[in-house]
């Protein structure tokens, strides 16, 4: 199985400031057929499920600002929320469906 | 809007059997490959089992082989998931997903119901 390892475990970032969170697979997300890397993020507020926010490593779910982004390719990814809104404090976990099982981080707890 | 909507968790002893169930609306249940993810209390999120467009093909977790299988009725827009000799370890909140991108299993699930908790204690 993928493991899929983030971090920090949890994160704390003042308004306006940058949030970075890192998450590594343990081998290759990168589908050389179609150039596409099997990784999305998503958001997961208290009480609520997930929200995908980025499909393919970068690529953003309509609705979702654009201070949020991802980045990276292989094994190695970054979510990346510019300018923290207090609507931001979630849980962030990664996964990968390149193939079964598809296989979840452990999640990163953010907060202002 | 697509909404997806669980329903049939509950309380059951360790042993015991459930049969939780996806209401789908919104969009052409058919077309996509469907999906089961859990939660266990305060744990990250981990895939259960899928099935494709016309239930023929399944995939199911190595810890819910051989106790869960999944199915669906496209004639209803549902899917189910049922559980069988259920153990402390399955609790869980149970999701609904479905899986993005007509016709293929890799993609990401960009649509969740609000999940159904079971809970398995004596």
């Known amino acids: 199985d993928i493991v899929m390892t983030q971090s920090p475990e949890s994160l704390a970032v003042s308004l306006g400031d940058r949030a970075t969170i890192k998450c590594r697979s343990s081998?290759?997300?990168?589908?050389?057929?179609?150039?596409?890397?099997?990784l999305a993020w998503y958001q997961q507020k208290p009480g609520q499920p997930p929200k995908l926010l980025i499909s393919?490593?970068?690529i953003r779910e309509s609705g979702v600002p654009d201070r949020i982004s991802g980045s990276g390719s292989g094994t190695d990814f970054t979510l990346t929320i510019s300018n923290l809104q207090a609507e931001d404090v979630a849980v962030y976990s990664c996964q990968h469906y390149y193939t079964v099982p598809y296989t979840f981080g452990q999640g990163t707890k953010l907060e202002i | 809007d697509v909404q997806l909507v669980e329903s049939g968790g509950g309380l059951v002893h360790p042993g015991g059997f459930l049969r939780l169930s996806c209401a789908a609306s919104g969009f052409t249940f058919r077309s996509h490959w469907m999906a089961w993810v859990r939660q266990a209390p305060g744990k990250g999120l981990e895939w259960v089992a899928n099935?494709?467009?016309?239930?023929?093909?399944?995939g199911l977790a190595d810890s819910v082989k051989g106790r869960f299988t999944i199915s669906r009725d496209n004639a209803n827009s549902s899917l189910y998931l049922h559980l069988y000799s259920l153990s402390a370890e399955d609790t869980a909140v149970y999701y609904c997903?479905?899986?993005?991108?007509?016709?293929?299993?890799?993609?990401?699930?960009?649509?969740w119901g609000q999940g159904t908790l079971v809970s398995v204690s004596p």
């Open positions: 393919w490593a970068s």
């Open positions: 081998q290759s997300l990168f589908y050389s057929s179609n150039k596409k890397d099997y």
């Open positions: 099935i494709n467009e016309d239930g023929t093909t399944t």
């Open positions: 997903a479905r899986t993005g991108g007509q016709g293929d299993r890799w993609y990401p699930f960009d649509y």
